[in-house]
């Protein structure tokens, strides 16, 4: 198996499986010496003639091209018309429809300039402009607890170039909508037509600009309305950039898929420019993991690139998953979900329940039909029979060693989501004393028009805490 695959397509037999294993041949030596030699890794999802294929595409690739080299030395960066001097940054507006009148939706780009030559990576937000975890990381990414001297990104230490768009589909954005304003998903008109209709255009605007310059687009989105996702990296592998820094982006969970017709990520990989997709959380919220995942996974690939100094870090396993499964409601009414995203569920698990105001007696278990980890579930509580309350990717090896990185909740903590949050120095948490008193006697007396009830001043009295 090619070591350009990270090990983890192997199907790692030893070790890897929490199931009694049959009587051990006396040949092989003791457990505790194989897993040595053996890393643990989940069984994979990706079929073998899926693995050949991402195997033959590795092949040919090699190494740092030769505009990436050191001898060349600095050079400026041409950009939207500007030339930016090596070891700078800029910030400007870049404009989404080109117009002498009306709305041209200029959008904030910041464009990081190294001092030595290196790759052009272009991070997104909001291609789906009520996805905010781009939009936030990549604000703070821009700010000066990222970028300056001695910071992570250092212009004068850089090596190539990076492009933060943190809001791409303002129109969208500012609407509180996932689509433009003719209806459309601008994440499926890339490369777009100069004179379409306005999202092919918009589209075919930041192709040209933004994209089609890049060697690297790191593409942050959320789940749609109604679900959300456990932090997650979508990719070709068998396109070997993207592959690469889908592996560098240093999380458990990468889903092996090209992307739908007209997306950023498969255009891109027609074109022979990596990208990846990186999915956490849901839209119209702001989840903290996901957006503190995000930024740990974007100084990841910089480093993997040797864009930044200092060395990636790696989760303790990794899912390479070709396929998943979704768990259904078969009731209609209304769902109680048990397990969330990022759950590890057994097989046979009440995973979420369905009850019916109309029918208060009965209450209908969703059960999981295999051991897996809950990649996305509904947020949606209205069901109706077939609705997916939760998509999963099963685990058949490798139990034991996603249960050592479950919480109390059987969630999985996600490789970056229990460090420090990046984008906050020690120094800038602050205690605070608030003195006062609560207004209505108790913490949660103004939230009901209504005078406490006689239990609430119990409780009151009971611990003079509340
Ligand atoms: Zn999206």
Request: aromatic share 6%.
């Amino acid at each position: 198996m090619s070591n350009l695959l990270g090990g983890a397509l192997s199907n790692s037999e030893e070790g890897s499986g929490d199931e009694p294993s049959p009587e051990r041949p006396e040949s092989l030596p003791p457990r505790s010496k194989r897993r040595r030699f053996a890393p643990l890794k989940v069984a994979n999802q990706i079929p073998k003639r899926r693995r050949k294929e991402i195997e033959k595409a590795l092949e040919g690739s090699t190494g740092t091209p030769k505009k990436w080299s050191r001898q060349n030395g600095p050079k400026n960066h041409n950009f939207l018309k500007k030339r930016i001097l090596p070891g700078t940054i800029r910030r400007m507006d870049f404009d989404l429809l080109s117009v002498e009148i009306g709305e041209s939706w200029p959008i904030p780009v910041t464009v990081v300039h190294g001092s030595r030559p290196g790759p052009v990576v272009t991070l997104l937000g909001a291609v789906h402009g009520n996805e905010l975890v781009g939009p936030l990381a990549l604000t703070y990414l821009t700010g000066p607890n990222f970028i300056g001297p001695g910071k992570a990104i250092d212009p004068e230490v850089l090596s190539g170039t990076i492009r933060i768009v943190p809001v791409v589909n303002m129109p969208g954005y500012k609407m509180k909508s996932r689509y433009m304003p003719d209806g459309r998903d601008l994440n499926r008109s890339f490369p777009g037509k100069p004179d379409s209709n306005t999202s092919y255009r918009v589209a075919n605007r930041i192709w040209n600009k933004i994209i089609a310059g890049s060697d690297y687009v790191v593409d942050l989105h959320t789940a749609a309305v109604g679900r959300t996702n456990m932090p997650q990296i979508r990719a070709n592998l068998a396109h070997a950039s993207s592959n690469r820094i889908a592996r560098s982006f240093g999380i458990e969970a990468i889903l092996d898929n090209a992307g739908p017709k007209g997306s950023l990520r498969r255009v891109t990989n027609d074109f022979d420019i990596a990208c990846i997709t990186f999915e956490g959380g849901g839209p119209d919220e702001l989840d903290p993991e996901s957006v503190q995942v995000s930024l740990y996974g974007i100084l990841n690939v910089l480093r993997s690139l040797r864009m930044i100094p200092g060395h990636p870090s790696r989760p303790s396993f990794r899912i390479l998953a070709s396929g998943s499964l979704w768990i259904r409601s078969d009731q209609g009414g209304l769902l109680d979900v048990l397990a969330p995203a990022g759950s590890f569920v057994e097989e046979g698990e009440v995973v979420a329940t369905v009850t019916d105001p109309e029918s208060p007696l009965e209450s209908h278990d969703v059960i999981s039909p295999t051991r897996g980890l809950m990649i996305c579930s509904a947020t949606n509580p209205f069901v109706t029979a077939g609705t997916p309350v939760g998509h999963i990717l099963p685990v058949t090896k490798g139990a034991q060693t996603i249960r050592k990185r479950l919480d109390e909740d059987d969630c999985l903590v996600i490789s970056g989501a229990d460090g420090d949050p990046v984008w906050r120095d020690d120094d800038e948490v602050e205690d605070i004393t608030v003195g006062g008193e609560w207004s209505g006697g108790s913490v949660d007396a103004e939230w009901s028009t209504n005078p406490p009830t006689d239990s609430d001043e119990e409780a009151a009295e009971a611990d003079p805490s509340q």
